[in-house]
């Protein structure tokens, strides 16, 4: 073969390898498939999961609105079975944000009386955000509070401001206390915090709030009324609330975190603390972004609810405190209320009416 020959095959084999740009082409190419795969397989999934979660059209009454006016007045805060949200600002987000349906307001009249409320200092003014995601003004929350406290002096509200982004904390409670007024809080005055709030009853506390920071999330301080929470009392001994939570456990499947998840929980709240007030965080969390908390608390809602009935004959009862839940309904909150009567919390004056009411939305 003469040398133009073996020139011209060399030159065909150099031809016949992929450039560069038709690598990366391929791989792009690749990439974008398989997230098309991916979305065909897994959008029909959420979007059923979706379907199972919808925003709460039941209107409550009395007896959701003012609950605790049905509860006795020597109750002790840390025993009442208590409904909480969890992430409560996050109605108004994405898909793979959002955590509520309903205002802080809407929340509060279904009987929420514990919000988890985080809150960043953002380029559109102080709103609640979820990891990236900037949702609604606190401004609005704050208005919902105010509003609700003035007209409901029967009950008691806890306020765990959670997370803060961009030193936000000195605006948020200038701005809290300008809104609902320092008359209204609870002031941590005692060398003892925790027995203080463990001596508490109901009948103590109605028209007041409870205002609670972690000392993992700020570092701010010089306000009377501001108390701890954590989850790590052995680190915080002096908090007030332990909200015990592991992302790790809190992304099982429904099946396993209902059945092994939440009892573990429990047991080390009764085992290793059993002091203050407990939050059960009963959402599931969404590791990979994908699915949403809608989907995972779509999955997770029907066996969570039959928990929460099953606690009225449980060894956890009396553990049993705050109950946190995504995207709450009348349904949700009256489960967690209804548990104060296996305690004996209810008004014997009031018990048979408020069974009643309470029935309807179970």
């Not at 690598?23 to 795969?37: E, S």
């Amino acid at each position: 073969m003469g040398k133009n020959a073996l020139d011209k095959t060399a030159n065909d084999k150099r031809n016949l390898r992929p450039t560069k740009k038709q690598i990366v082409l391929l791989i792009v190419g690749a990439f974008l498939a398989t997230i098309v795969i991916g979305v065909i397989i897994l959008a029909p999934v959420i979007v059923m999961g979706n379907k199972v979660i919808k925003e709460d059209t039941v209107q409550p009454d009395v007896y959701l609105t003012e609950w605790m006016s049905f509860i006795s007045d020597d109750a002790p805060i840390r025993n009442i079975a208590i409904p909480g949200s969890h992430d409560s600002g996050c109605y108004d987000m994405p898909y793979y944000a959002a955590t509520q349906d309903l205002t802080i307001g809407e929340q509060l009249a279904r009987g929420v009386r514990y919000f988890d409320i985080r809150i960043n200092n953002s380029s559109d003014g102080y709103v609640v955000y979820h990891g990236p995601v900037n949702g609604v003004s606190y401004d609005g929350i704050l208005d919902d509070i105010a509003a609700f406290v003035n007209a409901h002096p029967s009950e008691f509200l806890i306020l765990d401001f959670s997370h803060f982004k961009n030193d936000s904390e000195a605006e948020v409670f200038a701005r809290f206390e300008q809104a609902v007024g320092v008359e209204r809080l609870l002031v941590n005055d005692t060398e003892d915090p925790v027995a203080y709030v463990d001596s508490l009853t109901l009948g103590d506390v109605r028209g007041k709030i409870l205002v609670l920071v972690d000392r993992d999330e700020t570092n701010f301080g010089g306000k009377d009324y501001l108390f701890e929470r954590t989850g790590d009392k052995d680190e915080y001994p002096d908090s007030v609330l332990t909200s015990l939570y592991e992302k790790y456990y809190n992304a099982k499947p429904a099946k396993q975190f209902v059945e092994k998840v939440v009892p573990m929980y429990f047991e080390q709240f009764a085992t290793e603390i059993n002091e203050g007030l407990f939050v059960l965080q009963a959402q599931l969390t969404d590791m990979a972004f994908v699915f949403g908390p809608r989907y995972r608390e779509g999955v997770l809602v029907d066996m969570m609810n039959d928990f929460v009935r099953s606690l009225a004959d449980s060894e956890y009862l009396a553990f049993t405190n705050i109950i946190m839940r995504d995207f709450v309904t009348c349904e949700k909150c009256a489960l967690t209320v209804n548990l104060n009567f296996a305690k004996g919390y209810a008004n014997p004056d009031t018990a048979d009416e408020f069974a009643a009411g309470i029935a309807e939305y179970i």
